[in-house]
């Protein structure tokens, strides 16, 4: 990367020295990152818990040597019935699925959900001094909040003095947009153990062109600044803007959708030939089909009359061409709708095309994603030139890569001689299941100083 490393950083001499370890033991090990940060902190690994065969051949691969080959795969951590006593930390990234909106929010209806329970019952059986849990922010959501807080009584109730934060893996020197709580315990006999503080963010200010090498060395071309009546053709700044959109600022990204609007949203009337007015029938679809007037769906197909009434000179034959050219589809009760009606979806394959020089990607994950990056920079000093250079220059002239397993693997903060799965399918799920390392390096500092 051409940031500075961000677990490059001066640290007390005896978290480094190889004659004072402390140890820990890594559940949902996966292929590593808890385990990176805490050797790198100065830990000796007891042993680690992973079920996957794919995830533990590259953990084997990458730690496990002649040096340390009696190291045990504890397994199924179901399984497991016992952990080494005088464990000074307990770490892992337990199952996200049921917690995430990627996933169909079961909570502990959700097998993986009742992980939970083995990871109190082995921290109850073996008292480790600390423990340090990381697990997708929708565990912390007001949905979960029952269930969260449940976890948290449960963990105090066995002896710990519990924390927990919700941290960003951009604020801790990666380009990526990752949100994840960690839960931090300390046992109530350590001395300070509540005064444990969460890191503060670093400061970096990465750009995803850090993990690009085509782009090394690059001149960042300087951004346009504009009123936001401009950039939103509205007094109304919307509120769904993440914190990396600025707003006077061009988006760093367009997304391709037929259920969105906005500067950087590209539809699929805007690549097929259309005309006008079948542009402007698009739209009037687009902005009235959430109305509940026309239903109580969150997006419901409008009839010929509907839209009529919208657009008084529509003639019938106009919503048959755009039928034809696959852009709506009739219902079955001869209603309208979008062909691309799911809005992660995409169209043709492509969801997301991230600029350069945007401060972060998408949250990397596990099922994958149709994200692409483009491979020149384009500017323009307002939305409509910026989209049509979007489209001529970049879109329609495929100046856009897919994100590799190296990518994802600058990403998450593994280091560069990482050895990953050869099938870049796995090895991108093996990454999206992953910690991002400079999280947990910063987090586990303050811990390790407390307990050992």
């Avoid at 019938?316 to 061409?321: C, F, G, I, S």
Wanted: charged share 30%; aromatic share 12%.
């Amino acid at each position: 990367m051409n940031t500075l490393d961000p677990l490059q950083l001066e640290l007390p001499i005896h978290l480094v020295s190889a004659k004072s370890k402390f140890s820990f033991v890594d559940l949902f090990a996966g292929i590593g990152g808890f385990r990176i940060a805490l050797e790198r902190l100065g830990g000796q690994c007891l042993g680690y818990s992973e079920i996957d065969r794919d995830a533990v051949k590259i953990y084997q691969t990458n730690f496990i040597n002649y040096f340390n080959r009696d190291e045990p795969n504890l397994g199924d951590i179901v399984k497991i019935t016992e952990l080494p006593r005088n464990l000074d930390v307990l770490v892992g990234g337990v199952p996200c699925q049921p917690w995430s909106v990627a996933g169909k929010l079961k909570g502990f209806d959700d097998p993986r959900g009742k992980l939970w329970f083995d990871v109190l019952r082995l921290t109850q059986n073996s008292q480790p001094k600390s423990f340090i849990f990381e697990n997708v922010r929708g565990l912390a959501s007001p949905k979960n909040q029952n269930s969260f807080e449940f976890l948290l009584r449960k963990f105090e109730k066995i002896g710990y003095s519990v924390k927990w934060k919700i941290l960003n893996a951009y604020d801790f020197g990666l380009p990526q947009n990752r949100e994840r709580v960690f839960i931090v315990g300390i046992r109530n006999d350590i001395e300070h153990h509540q005064e444990y503080k969460f890191p503060k963010p670093l400061g970096l200010q990465p750009k995803l062109l850090d993990i690009l090498d085509e782009f090394k060395n690059s001149e960042i071309p300087e951004k346009a600044k504009l009123d936001p009546e401009i950039l939103f053709q509205s007094d109304r700044i919307p509120a769904s803007r993440t914190r990396f959109q600025k707003d006077d600022e061009l988006n760093d990204f367009f997304i391709f959708s037929d259920l969105r609007n906005g500067h950087t949203t590209i539809h699929s009337w805007d690549i097929i030939d259309t005309t006008e007015k079948e542009k402007l029938i698009c739209l009037t679809l687009l902005r009235n089909r959430r109305k509940k007037k026309y239903g109580h769906k969150d997006g419901n197909p409008l009839s010929f009359e509907n839209l009529k009434e919208l657009i008084p000179d529509l003639e019938r034959e106009e919503l048959d061409t755009l039928v034809q050219k696959k852009i709506f589809r009739q219902t079955e009760n001869h209603k309208y709708e979008f062909v691309n009606s799911k809005n992660m979806s995409g169209i043709d394959g492509v969801y997301r095309i991230v600029m350069p020089n945007s401060d972060v990607a998408p949250t990397l994950t596990a099922t994958g994603t149709k994200n692409f990056y483009a491979t020149r920079f384009i500017q323009a000093d307002n939305p409509e030139k910026y989209k049509a250079k979007f489209l001529n220059l970049v879109y329609k002239k495929g100046r856009y890569k897919s994100f590799t397993a190296k990518h994802f693997c600058r990403l998450q903060g593994f280091p560069d001689d990482f050895v990953f799965h050869p099938d870049s399918k796995k090895a991108g799920k093996q990454f999206g299941n992953a910690v991002p390392v400079p999280m947990v390096f910063h987090v586990a500092k303050d811990v390790i100083r407390r307990v050992w």
